[in-house]
């Protein structure tokens, strides 16, 4: 079953605009959820997590459970910010995690 | 502090050859994990292991074994290789309440 979902595999904005990303989840119980970005060539690191309840780089996740969505907003995308994007969530155990498929984001300038 | 290395980083086999994907991490880490990355699918966990001495499956652990030899190193194995694991794989490792720490990743073709 799919536990996360990214429903836009490409997402074009213009530099300056506000750019969401969208990360929806199916999970009984309370998951983690975190947001993964992997620069061009580069390992995947971590850019939020919901319990932090930080904004990264200008980014921020708001965990929505009724909604079931954790989605990545930034008023005012960079040019920096092409990246490919994970949402990714852990379950109860903390062992198994379960990544979607993936936004890749391109910030025209 | 390295964090988590894995090699070899490039890899071209034929089919029917086996090999052996190694991963190291550095940060006193219990559980360690392997994905792999394909194009529309995101990142799949193969395998993972919650400690030293424990493995279990993951999603898509079909034609892989792995090892954990120790604290420090977990290890993925291809006893026959095909072209369908033609993939990137990646090493990940984390410790309790915290997030996984990725390595650069292992490109795989296999012909």
């Known amino acids: 079953a799919q536990r996360v979902t990214q429903p836009e595999k490409l997402l074009s904005v213009f530099k300056g605009a506000p750019v969401e990303l969208k990360c929806n989840y199916s999970?009984?119980?309370?998951?983690?959820l975190f947001w993964y970005v992997q620069y061009s060539r580069q390992r995947l690191q971590l850019l939020l997590r919901h319990i932090s309840r930080e904004s990264i780089k200008g980014f921020t996740a708001d965990l929505n459970k009724g909604e079931t969505s954790f989605h990545l907003k930034k008023p005012f995308a960079q040019e920096e910010d092409s990246a490919m994007y994970y949402c990714?969530?852990?379950?109860?155990?903390?062992?198994?995690?379960?990544f979607g498929t993936g936004t890749s984001l391109t910030v025209i300038p | 502090n390295a964090g988590v290395t894995q090699t070899p980083k490039f890899q071209v086999l034929k089919t029917g050859q086996s090999m052996t994907l190694q991963c190291a991490q550095d940060?006193?880490?219990?559980?360690m994990y392997w994905y792999r990355q394909d194009p529309g699918m995101g990142l799949r966990l193969i395998y993972y292991s919650a400690s030293e001495g424990t493995t279990d499956k993951g999603e898509v652990p079909n034609g892989y074994n792995v090892s954990r030899l120790n604290k420090r190193e977990f290890s993925l194995r291809l006893e026959s290789a095909a072209p369908s694991q033609t993939s990137v794989y990646f090493c990940?490792?984390?410790?309790?309440?915290?997030?996984?720490?990725f390595g650069d990743g292992t490109r795989l073709s296999i012909l």
């Open positions: 990940a490792s984390k410790e309790v309440d915290q997030p996984q720490h």
């Open positions: 990714a969530l852990s379950g109860l155990s903390g062992n198994q995690f379960y």
């Open positions: 940060m006193n880490h219990n559980s």
């Open positions: 999970y009984s119980g309370s998951p983690e």
